[in-house]
T-cell receptor, first 112, second 114 residues
Framework: GQQVMQIPQYQHVQEGEDFTTYCNSS?????IQWYKQRPGGHPVFLIQ?????EVKKQKRLTFQFGEAKKNSSLHITATQTTDVGTYFC????????????FGQGTTLQVKP | NAGVMQNPRHLVRRRGQEARLRCSPM?????VYWYRQLPEEGLKFMVY????????ESGMPKERFSAEFPKEGPSILRIQQVVRGDSAAYFC????????????FGPGTRLTVT
C-alpha cells in the first residue's frame, strides 16, 4: 500500500546545531506537506511543496521536494529550544481524495 | 475566526461502551478529515467527508466505526463497543472547498478505554 517513511525517529541536538529530517514515499506524490506537533498538541501546518525540485525557506527552515516527487527534506539551521517538537511530512495525491499519508515523524529535542 | 473545534477534549469509556467525537470545521470549510494517532506514532488517515457525503473511508475499520457530516451541525466520529485498542488521540482537520491542500487540525480528542 501507500507508505511514507521518515527518518530519523528521534534527534537530540545541542542548541545552535543544525537538524535535518528526511521523508520518502513509495509512490509519486502530488504534493508534500510538513507539519509540526508540540508535545500534547495538535499538528500545525508549516508548508506545502508542489513542484519537482522545489525549495522553500521559512527563516531558519529549508524545505526541499525531490526531482521525482517521491522524497523531501526539512532542514533547520542553528536550532533553538523553541524548535522542540515532532515534525511530520505528509504526502498527498493518493486517489485524488485529499487525504494525507503521514510519515512516522521525527521528534527533535534541543539541549540549551 | 475560530479554528477547528473538537469536543470533548478528553473522553473515558469502559470497554463495550460507545464513544462519540465531535468536530466543527473552520468557518467556510466544507471538507473534514479524521485521523487517529497512537502514542509515539504518526497520524493515520481514517475518513474524508464533505457535507452529507463520505468521500473516502479507506482508513476506517470495517466494524464498529462510522462517521457522518450532516448538512447542519458538526461531523461525528462514532465508535461502538469500544475496546482497549481504540485508546488514542483522534484529530479532525478541515480544508476549504477549493483547497490549496493544507489542512487545519483541531486540538484532538484523547480517548481512553478502561
Amino acid at each position: 500500500g501507500q507508505q511514507v517513511m521518515q527518518i530519523p525517529q528521534y534527534q537530540h541536538v545541542q542548541e545552535g546545531e543544525d537538524f535535518t529530517t528526511y521523508c520518502n514515499s513509495s509512490t509519486t506524490l502530488s504534493n508534500i506537506q510538513w507539519y509540526k506537533q508540540r508535545p500534547g498538541g495538535h499538528p500545525v501546518f508549516l508548508i506545502q511543496l508542489v513542484k519537482s525540485g522545489e525549495v522553500k525557506k521559512q527563516k531558519r527552515l529549508t524545505f526541499q521536494f525531490g526531482e521525482a516527487k517521491k522524497n523531501s527534506s526539512l532542514h533547520i539551521t542553528a536550532t533553538q529550544t523553541t524548535d522542540v517538537g515532532t515534525y511530520f511530512c505528509a504526502g498527498s495525491g493518493f486517489g485524488n481524495t485529499g487525504k494525507l499519508i503521514f510519515g512516522q515523524g521525527t521528534t527533535l529535542q534541543v539541549k540549551p | 475566526n475560530a479554528g477547528v473545534m473538537q469536543n470533548p477534549r478528553h473522553l473515558v469509556r469502559r470497554r463495550g461502551q460507545e464513544a462519540r467525537l465531535r468536530c466543527s470545521p473552520m468557518k467556510g470549510h466544507s471538507h473534514v478529515y479524521w485521523y487517529r494517532q497512537l502514542p509515539e506514532e504518526g497520524l493515520k488517515f481514517m475518513v474524508y467527508l464533505q457535507k452529507e457525503n463520505i468521500i473516502d473511508e479507506s482508513g476506517m475499520p470495517k466494524e464498529r466505526f462510522s462517521a457522518e457530516f450532516p448538512k447542519e451541525g458538526p461531523s461525528i466520529l462514532r465508535i461502538q463497543q469500544v475496546v482497549r485498542g481504540d485508546s488514542a488521540a483522534y484529530f479532525c482537520a478541515s480544508s476549504p472547498p477549493a483547497g490549496t491542500g493544507e489542512q487545519y487540525f483541531g486540538p484532538g480528542t484523547r480517548l481512553t478505554v478502561t
